[in-house]
């Protein structure tokens, strides 16, 4: 595989940009295929598991899940998650985004007890790499390990926020990962975690 240019490059990191700005203004469906078609074309410059192909990855799952388009964004998220995985290591801050991801997907699917153990593992990952002050894992709601069938308000009993919040960079929903999350995101586990007591 020959290197790409960098005319190339940048214009598939300004179609990135695009894609983006699509879903600012909530076109998501247009969006994902502008996402599509760069995981399509850096896959091809750059390999299926380079950080950027997975980036764009990423957005494109991520407009997929916000066009209630769930199994193609778990699919999406999975691979993803899968990518990341093997090139940054399980328990990097990048592949648990996308496992986080991969849980609200899940749980917009129906499958809440499935949601629930991943959100399980993700905050339990998060504990184990980064320590249980990390913003990272101070910023879930919910201990879901802790919690299990406890439902909304005595998961939220468990929060913890950080004395500092970090202040989050323009157009990011998490503070510490170069990932968005939508707000909704930070109040999942406890819904999962309720549901999947519902469903059991």
Same mark, same amino acid.
């Given at each position: ?29 247009? %969006? ?5 078609? !760069?995981?399509?074309? &850096?896959? =091809?410059? /750059? $390999?299926? +598991? @380079?950080? *950027? #192909?997975l980036a764009s990855r990423y957005e494109l799952a991520f407009a997929l ?7 193609? %964004? ?5 691979? !993803?998650?899968?990518? &990341?995985? =093997?090139? /940054? $290591?399980? +328990? @990097?801050? *990048? #592949? ?18 499935? %949601? ?5 593992? !993700?905050?339990?990952? &998060?504990? =184990?790499?980064? $320590?249980?002050? @990390?913003? *990272? #894992? ?31 960079a323009p157009g990011c929903w998490a503070p510490t990962t170069p990932t ?21």
């Amino acid at each position: 595989m020959s290197a790409p240019t960098s005319e190339l490059l940048a214009v598939l990191a300004g179609r990135h940009r695009a894609g983006l700005g699509l879903g600012r203004l909530g076109r998501w469906e247009e %969006a994902a295929e502008v996402h599509r078609t !760069v995981v399509r074309d &850096r896959g =091809r410059v /750059l $390999g299926a +598991d @380079h950080p *950027d #192909t997975l980036a764009s990855r990423y957005e494109l799952a991520f407009a997929l899940a916000r066009s209630d388009r769930h199994a193609d %964004a778990l699919r999406e998220f999975g691979g !993803v998650s899968e990518g &990341r995985a =093997r090139t /940054l $290591g399980t +328990d @990097h801050a *990048d #592949t648990l985004a996308a496992r986080q991801e991969t849980a609200y997907v899940l749980g917009g699917l129906g499958r809440h007890a499935e %949601a629930h153990s991943v959100y399980a593992a !993700v905050l339990a990952a &998060r504990e =184990r790499s980064m $320590g249980a002050e @990390h913003p *990272d #894992t101070l910023r879930w709601p919910a201990q879901p390990g802790l919690h299990p069938r406890g439902g909304w308000g005595a998961s939220r009993r468990r929060t913890r926020r950080p004395a500092r919040w970090p202040t989050p960079a323009p157009g990011c929903w998490a503070p510490t990962t170069p990932t968005r999350s939508p707000p909704a995101t930070r109040w999942r586990t406890s819904w999962a975690g309720s549901a999947a007591g519902r469903t059991r």
